[in-house]
């Protein structure tokens, strides 16, 4: 038996750093960051943080049932709205191919220029690893850009990187002081999930076209069952408070 509170509990999860202004969250697809993310950031956009979206493809081959010319317009639609409900109304799209993104230059220079039009302190992205955690495969699209992200958080702020971008009359931006890898099996920071967690659902339930397509239970009840078991089961760690969880890199 110890004093010690972090002997006895090594696993809690810190509070995420907040001492910043403007966040830029890069993912894959439309939903991804309203699987796990995003009632952190209704909390952040309440306090009057910045957040905008960075999506490198529209989704377009997501549902088997519509072919991608129309599944792209629909879901960057369902993308907007579900962004709007958590207070972000900058919602970009780099318009690689949904389910061969490539991991490489072209990627990482598209994000970098992003990084430097936004100028964040916080840059959020999704699981870059080859697996949620065991045996339960990532996808290459997510593993993609989450790498390509990381790495971009450092090519911003280097001019000799892309000097295309600086051409472009985008000045390099090494302002960025943490990525926060969201879906990580090895968190090591955490957002109270309480304040957003309804705007979050709600949120979630914006890409309602995708989830009929996802499953057939009620959408209403898969999201919310979804959504509040990650958050409870996640709070474990983070003091008994519902929470979102984050594997944060600083730089």
Known sequence: MTDDPQQEQPNQLKPMPDDWRRALAVVAHPDDLEYGCSAAIAAWTDAGREVAYLLATRGEAGIDTLPPAECGPL?????????????????????????????????????????????????LTLNHRDTWGGVAWNTPDHVAVGRATLDAAGDAGNRWIFPQLVEQG??????????????????????????????????????????????????????????????????????????????????
Do not use: C, K, M
Request: charged share 25%.
């Open 75 to 123: 879901r960057e639609r369902e993308q907007r709205a579900g962004a709007a409900v958590v207070g972000v109304s900058e919602v970009e799209f780099l318009d690689h191919r949904d389910g061969v993104i490539e991991y490489g230059l072209a990627l990482r220079r598209d994000i970098a220029a992003a990084i430097r039009r936004h100028r964040p302190e916080l840059v």
């Open 170 to 251: 985008l000045e390099p931006w090494n302002g960025v002081r943490w990525v926060a890898v969201a879906g990580s099996s090895t968190p090591t920071h955490a957002v109270d999930a309480t304040p957003g967690l309804d705007r979050a659902v709600a949120s979630l339930l914006e890409h309602r076209t995708y989830i009929e397509a996802l499953t057939s239970q009620d959408p209403e009840t898969y999201v919310r069952e979804f959504l509040t078991g990650y958050a409870r089961t996640t709070g474990e760690r983070f003091g008994g408070r519902p929470a979102v969880a984050f594997e944060v890199f600083a730089r």
